[in-house]
């Protein structure tokens, strides 16, 4: 789960906040957004969420097919637990929950709760927008498509070819404004604004905790209501200051009758987004081609995050590769249990059996449900009941060609597929299989053959 809040969240979090910034400083003096652009950096903001649920795609497919679980041996060689003489117990350990590795599941319940809270809200404002234009009355007068309602403060188009005017302003502004602020929401209708607004309000909603991405999306809908703007005044320059006029007026009346994320031509906004409209209505300025560079940059920056992506999501197991044999104990960090050493790796004497035998691992004596931890970090790939010899056994791939094996286990903590982390529980100790006590086994597996666990992973003195 950590690996997707990093993949998904964490890298893509980072990157809007380095875009976003230096593309803003980079700017000495600030100008009007355009429209195409806006949308495009909105995009490139964007994209790495894209590719980082891409790769997480790609690396769970490559995972399904390289890692294998270990055959389990013969069950003439397998030892059942050998527990030296001392007090032994069935009872389940008193075990503490970690509270830090529960920070992956708290910030998931933590997003999850504050976008259903968001998404109840903008559905519910969309809700009541639907039903005052459905309420709202007809005015021919003023056009097809256009209904006149007391209920809503600001001017607003809706749906595919709906026009909801407030009835109080259409007594303030005069037949010639009231025909520009139609002529503005008729833009709005050709552009499908409605649609694209409530594209951007729900991104608002599911990129709360990024304010990067919710100021782009600011910057969209002011550059799609320039263009609008735009638009008016092409087709009537003669009337900038008329159309100026009434935008004020417009302000002056919504003033206090706030609607989040109302896909408004007039909705409320930031004084400067008022003030940059009314100079552009008056002193159009022409665009400035910086944003193309930006856009051609962010994309060439977009490969190596793409690739830090990819390697991320192969979960911790990709670092192993700087890991060789010769020196495995200095990644293996963190001991599997707690307990006491009951039984070492080689020819010994079974104890089910009472034949030599040879055993592939080592045994560490502890009593049933203490936690079993990843000694490293690594992928699941065996997590099944194993009976009658083995138990539960469970198997973590920790890259280049090192796997650890644990058998006689209790309850799983973790499924075949799961990306686990050094110290994570993955088990409780148990009972499971042919076992003279409970204990749980430990393997360590290089390139497919076991080898002695002793010296290679922290493992607790001998009983």
Not at 73 to 95: K, L, M, S, W, Y
Not at 225 to 253: F, G, N, Q, W
Not at 292 to 310: D, K, M, T
Request: hydrophobic share 45%; charged share 15%.
């Amino acid at each position: 789960m950590s690996t997707v809040i990093v993949v998904v969240g964490v890298l893509p979090f980072l990157w809007s906040a380095a875009l976003y910034l230096m593309r803003r400083f980079s700017v000495r003096t600030p100008h009007a957004p355009r429209d195409q652009a806006e949308k495009s950096f909105l995009l490139l903001l964007l994209a790495p969420v894209a590719v980082g649920l891409g790769v997480l795609a790609v690396a769970q497919l490559f995972d399904i097919h390289l890692s294998l679980p270990l055959p389990l041996p013969q069950a003439t060689g397998i030892d059942g637990g050998f527990v030296p003489a001392g007090p032994e117990t069935g009872e389940p350990a008193r075990v503490y929950p970690d509270l830090w590795r529960l920070w992956p599941l708290a910030t998931v319940i933590a997003y999850a709760g504050v976008t259903a809270v968001l998404a109840t809200r903008l559905l519910h404002t969309q809700i009541r927008i639907a039903l005052t234009c459905g309420r709202a009355a007809p005015s021919l007068a003023l056009g097809a498509g256009v209904r006149v309602s007391g209920r809503t403060a600001i001017a607003l188009a809706w749906g595919e070819a709906t026009i909801l005017l407030p009835q109080p302003l259409l007594a303030l502004l005069s037949p010639v404004q009231t025909h520009l602020i139609i002529c503005h929401e008729r833009a709005h209708l050709t552009r499908r604004d409605p649609l694209y607004f409530a594209v951007l309000a729900w991104l608002d909603v599911l990129m709360w905790f990024n304010p990067f991405v919710r100021a782009q999306t600011r910057h969209c809908r002011l550059a799609a209501e320039l263009d609008c703007d735009a638009r008016v005044t092409a087709a009537a320059p003669e009337m900038r200051e008329a159309y100026a006029e009434s935008l004020i007026m417009a302000v002056k009346h919504a003033a206090g009758h706030a609607r989040q994320c109302v896909p408004a031509a007039f909705s409320p906004a930031k004084s400067g987004d008022y003030r940059m409209r009314i100079s552009e209505i008056m002193h159009p300025v022409p665009g400035r081609g910086k944003t193309r560079l930006w856009l051609i940059a962010g994309g060439l920056l977009l490969v190596p995050l793409s690739v830090a992506q990819l390697a991320w999501s192969q979960g911790p197991a990709t670092s192993v590769a700087a890991v060789t044999t010769s020196a495995p104990a200095r990644f293996f960090t963190v001991m599997p249990v707690e307990g006491r050493l009951s039984s070492g790796f080689g020819m010994r004497r079974n104890p089910v059996t009472g034949e030599m035998s040879q055993h592939d691992g080592v045994d560490v004596a502890t009593p049933i449900g203490m936690p079993v931890r990843a000694p490293a970090s690594g992928r699941v790939t065996r997590a099944d009941l194993a009976e009658p010899w083995f138990g539960k056994v469970l198997d973590i791939d920790h890259g280049n060609g090192l796997v650890t094996h644990y058998m006689h286990l209790g309850d799983f903590e973790v499924k075949v597929g799961d990306t686990v982390a050094a110290g994570q529980e993955v088990a409780k100790s148990g009972n499971t299989g042919r076992s003279t006590g409970p204990h749980v086994h430990i393997g360590v597996f290089e390139n497919g053959k076991a080898v002695d666990p002793v010296g290679r992973i922290p493992l607790p003195n001998a009983g």
